[in-house]
């Protein structure tokens, strides 16, 4: 198994630009999710997915779309990027999400690291 | 106050011994407790995770939970140069998916 995989590894944009942010898994994790990490902080959630066709905004969604079409992937669209979307952008997945239980371990990808100038 | 507050650091401690990161959280609803390691530029990966009050040993690792005092922590026993990176304490609320807060973390350095 690869896990999460995510791509790009880096990127630089310029103010105003989109892009997507790929994040796929192969573990037939339910849930997903969208983080940003800035320097020196914790990971911020931007929005997670409970399954296909099924998504939900977290902590930081501002600037930011996602579409689940199917289990494996989960894509992260970013509109009119701006400077303070500077960050590393990692996707994780879970079996599920159980008080108590071992299903809402999250599993990270190796992250994408952005740059918007 | 923050949801997760984690002691802060950096903390450095020598090769073997004991290494003591501590977190603690503000919603007593909280179900399930983390913790996990992210070295420098990688993602974070799981090293415990702690469900009810008491200890929880892993090797050299053991997770405690105080769910009254709302207060987790992670000892690292035997320390060594590889268990240098910055330790993230995870805490998920209820049964609301995406409700997983992570604390800002606290670099651990250990010297040879």
């Known amino acids: 198994n690869a896990g999460v995989t995510q791509t790009p590894k880096f990127r630089i944009l310029k103010i105003g630009q989109s892009m997507t942010l790929q994040c796929t898994q192969d573990?037939?994790?339910?849930?997903m999710y969208w983080y940003r990490q800035d320097p020196g902080m914790g990971l911020k959630l931007i929005y997670y997915?409970?399954?296909?066709?099924?998504?939900d905004k977290g902590e930081v969604p501002n600037g930011y779309n996602v579409s689940r079409s199917t289990t494996e992937d989960f894509p992260l669209r970013l509109e009119l990027a701006a400077p303070s979307q500077t960050s590393v952008y990692f996707c994780a997945s879970s079996i599920a999400w159980t008080s108590g239980g071992t299903g809402d371990t999250q599993y990270f990808g190796p992250g994408t690291r952005l740059t918007v100038l | 106050q923050k949801e997760v507050e984690q002691n802060s650091g950096p903390l450095s401690v020598p090769e073997g011994a004991i290494a003591s990161l501590n977190c603690t959280y503000s919603?007593?609803?909280?179900?399930?407790f983390f913790w996990y390691r992210q070295y420098s530029g990688k993602s974070p990966e799981l090293i415990m995770s702690i469900y009810s009050n008491g200890d929880k040993e892993d090797g050299r690792f053991t997770a405690q939970l105080n769910k009254a005092s709302q207060y987790v922590s992670l000892l690292i026993r035997d320390s060594q140069p590889s268990d240098s990176a910055t330790y993230l304490c995870v805490v998920n609320i209820g049964t609301n998916a995406g409700k997983s807060t992570f604390g800002d973390g606290t670099t651990l350095t250990v010297k040879p």
């Open positions: 997915s409970v399954g296909a066709g099924i998504t």
């Open positions: 573990m037939n994790h339910n849930y």
């Open positions: 919603d007593r609803g909280s179900q399930s």
